[in-house]
């Protein structure tokens, strides 16, 4: 089943500006992670957020998790063409050791 | 290994055929994920090695697709009469035990491309 949903599906913005994609998932979660996939590559772990943490911040990246909704964002700022890639979001399913991911938020920056 | 490596990187197959996926997941890491996306979609999970207990395999779509990993290493993912539907990347993955509920990163190798034709 269907653990995480991003919005939007797609996003294109231009160099320079900030990018939020969203995530909502179902059941209670002790962290919620996302991953990044350039086209045609595997994934890699941009930030995780556990979940007594409401902000967290890496480099242009900041990640909010609020557990009352069952939603999290991820903000870039100061968006590169380099950022141009498919972000995904992770959790744990029923707390346990499996991670489901949603479908992706595709990133497209244009310089 | 330093990283999680797969292979094969690509391979096409005709439909009817039987494949072996295999992957070869960080040292030391106990627990492995095997998932599959479609051209253009999101990571559908297929199955979880977490050390020596039995493999969550919940995400399997059929009795055609099978998976073991021998000696708590190298995994092998098994489609047995392809279908074209069966065409996607498959990924693997792998973290330290016990994975995503402890907040463990995974590591995912750079996938296997499978075509059916």
Redesign the interface.
Same mark, same amino acid.
């Given at each position: 089943s269907q653990q995480g949903e991003e919005d939007p599906q797609a996003l294109s913005i231009q160099e320079g500006e900030n990018a939020t994609m969203n995530c909502s998932y179902k059941t209670s979660i002790?962290?919620l992670?996302w991953y990044r996939q350039n086209s045609?590559?595997?994934?890699?772990?941009l930030i995780?957020i556990?979940s007594n943490e409401r902000e967290k911040h890496s480099g242009r990246l900041r990640v909010t998790l609020d557990t009352s909704k069952k939603s999290s964002s991820l903000l870039i700022t100061a968006s590169r063409a380099a950022d141009t890639a498919s972000y995904?979001c992770?959790?744990?399913?029923n #707390? =346990?050791?499996?991670?489901?991911?949603? #479908? =992706?938020t595709e990133l497209s920056v244009k310089p | 290994g330093a990283g999680v490596s797969q292979s094969p990187s690509n391979k096409v197959t005709e439909k009817g055929k039987d494949v072996e996926l295999r992957c070869d997941p960080i040292s030391g890491h106990t627990a492995l994920y095997w998932y599959r996306q479609s051209l253009g979609q999101g990571l559908e999970f297929l199955i979880y090695f977490q050390g020596n207990s039995a493999p969550d395999k919940s995400g399997l779509p059929s009795d055609r697709f099978s998976a073991e990993r021998t000696g708590g290493s190298v995994s092998t993912l098994t489609i047995q009469r392809t279908q074209q539907e069966d065409s996607a990347v498959y990924l693997c993955a792998s973290s330290s035990f016990p994975g995503g509920d402890s907040g463990n990163t995974i590591y995912f190798g750079e996938g296997s491309w499978l075509t059916v034709v």
């Open positions: 002790n962290n992670q045609g590559r595997g994934l890699v772990h995780l556990r995904f992770a959790t744990p399913y #707390q =346990g050791g499996k991670l489901i991911f949603g #479908q =992706g | -």
